[in-house]
């Protein structure tokens, strides 16, 4: 099973004195940047060693986070953060995996004459695959000393994912997730005094590379002393002390240690003691995590008056306000050192004093150059923005305008807003003449109510150009006319889209524009996509189409014909053509002697160019089977009677020759034509008597058929 865990850390540390100072520079990374720190990356290999090669900080393993509202980590649930009042921290590593290691470093140098602690406060979470301990992830925090060459052993430790770490709680996230909430580790730096100190931070996945490590860091910039409260002003008859939250146990004690006073983070001790009193703390982590540590803190009564005076209540807008404002702490002393927080003790920072997006009650601790402090509520009131509802306004033509003003396009909105119009959504581009808008586009309303909270909403503002229309003028048709085609407004505008109307009003449409069928006068509407729109007029002429009749002729027997000439029944005024299809695109050019039975088309056309097609059933009936009739005798003996040899025939036949042979083969007579009759002679002189043979060859030209016959015939005399 594949378990998570996260190394989720938010350091803070406290460089401690017996006077304060500056910090080391963005050593909290309040800067937003990685500046002055030193960044890493590298890979554990199998056997656990850890490789890093320094670099310039690589987005997604070495990432400055800003603090927001309500921003966890994905799986402990902790705020990504750190919750010391700081505005930045700074993730380190990632939830990938690949045996990828990092780490960021930062050097500083520890004051002469100075006594310094360390405190980090962390959380833990890990991701466990049970594998052995050399192989987990892990994270690891450590004060290295650069003279020495060795590491400070308080300021070093190492979690390694475990599940039975104690005081590690099971995460909601699901899996074997377990972390452990936020605790302090101490470190005692006596006598590093004048020496170069190195914090380094290490995350790495497992050996494996299949599970991950990462870790939240940040440290704190306040590098006074922990313990707060130590000085009082004239005036004060209680002194209250508190040191950095979550240790395990805390001990006050009076000097001589004779005396436990208290045992949280607090100590509340009234009436004030006198000026130079000294407290001792001592502080005692949880089991190895940290060195146990004793702090002191002395006294100090002052003489002067500290005044605060905060506002009872601040109003605003729900997108925030900021508690630094002058106003609020109006008729304060003088050159006061404000900070903010959440509760009363000022344990809880609040991270963005200048940008509270949540209404409650809040506190402003000062403090004077002395170290006296105040601290006093502030109830915050926020109120939501102001709803607008926008209805844009209808599409218009040029040189048409639109008004923004018009109460109809914020219809709805609350009431006692005040509006301005503007060209930007940011509102900082004005828009000067709001009701007279000739140009399309996106603008902008803000409303502002009494409050001064304010919402910006856009609107649609559209302003069609004018529409360049062409209609054809005067249309004419045969029978009807179609209105549609793109002819007629040729040379518009592309784009538009036209509707038919009878009238100039254009609220008659017509049901058939593609069809009109009456002369007269109608009307074309174009429209753009903008809603514009014009309307103009075309003059119709609708003529009738020409009037004959085509009866179908009677059938004939092949080769007879048919002339189409003889069966149209119409006016001499009306022109005819003949035509092979209905169309009338194939010519037929013998239509006065049709041989083919089909049905074939007159088309007249009158004086308007208007036309009329009419079919025709044409009927050609075939001829018999070509049959020859030939006498067996014949006498050519000149007595007028049977003096010629001739054949007849049925059908149709077309001869390619006709010949008469002797009964030696010797040929006699020859013709291609059958009204050519033999008379009985060969070259001139008659033939003897006998019998002759006949040979013929034809085609039957209506079947497209070869035809031969023979015979043969006796000449007598």
Known sequence: MKIYSILLACFYLMLIKASAQNCPENIGFEDGTFKNWQSYIGN???????????????????????????QLDPYGKFPMTCPNGSLYSMKLGNDGTGMQAERVSYTFTVPNNQTYSI?????????????????QPKFTARVFDVASNKYVSCGSFEFVASSGLPGFQQSAAGGSVFY?????????????????????????????GGHFGYAYIDVNENCASPITGNTYCAGNSVLKMSAPAGFKEYYWYDESFSTVLGNSNNLTISPAPPNGTRYALRIVPYPGLGCEDTLYTTVNALQEVLKLQVQDTLKGCASGVSLKADELTAGSSPNLRFTYFTDPDAENYVPDPANITASGTYYIKAENAGGCTDIKPIYVDLRNSPSIIITNPDPVCYPDKVDLTQPKITAGTTFALTYSYWKDAEATIP?????????????????????????????????GKAIKMAVQQNVSGCSAVNLTVSAITAGSDPGLSFSYYSDAAATQ??????????????YIKASSAAGCYTVMPVSVQVFLPPVFSAINPAPVVFPATVDLKTVVNGSDSLTYSYWKDAAATITLDNYISIQKTGTYYIKA??????????????????????????????TPNADGTNDLFSINYEGVLQISYFRIFNRYGQQVFETKQLSNFWDG???????????????????????????????SVTVIR
């Open 44 to 70: 554990i290999d199998r056997t656990g060693n850890i490789t890093v090669t320094q670099s310039t900080a690589v987005s997604g393993r070495h990432t400055v986070i800003k603090y927001a509202s309500n």
């Open 119 to 135: 405190i980090y406060n962390y959380a833990v979470v890990f991701q466990n695959p049970d594998h052995a301990e050399y192989e």
């Open 180 to 208: 452990k909430p936020w605790a302090p580790i101490t470190i005692n730096l006596f006598g590093y005094a004048g020496k170069t100190l190195r914090l380094e931070f290490t995350t790495n996945d497992c050996t494996r």
């Open 431 to 463: 828009l000067n003449q709001p009701n007279v808008v000739d140009s399309s586009g996106n603008y902008y309303i803000k409303a502002v109510n009494p409050l001064g909270c304010s919402s910006v909403a856009a609107v649609a503002v559209v302003v």
């Open 509 to 522: 449409a017509l049901t058939a524009p593609q069809a009109v069928n009456r002369s007269g006068t109608y």
């Open 605 to 634: 056309v009158n004086k308007a160019g208007c036309s009329l097609i009419l079919p025709v059933l044409v009927t050609i009936n075939p001829p018999p089977i070509v049959k020859i009739i030939a006498p067996n005798t014949f």
């Open 681 to 711: 002679t060969f070259n001139g002189s008659k033939i003897p008597l006998g019998t002759y043979y006949w040979v013929l060859d034809g085609a039957d030209t209506y079947r497209k058929e070869r035809v031969t016959r023979s015979g």
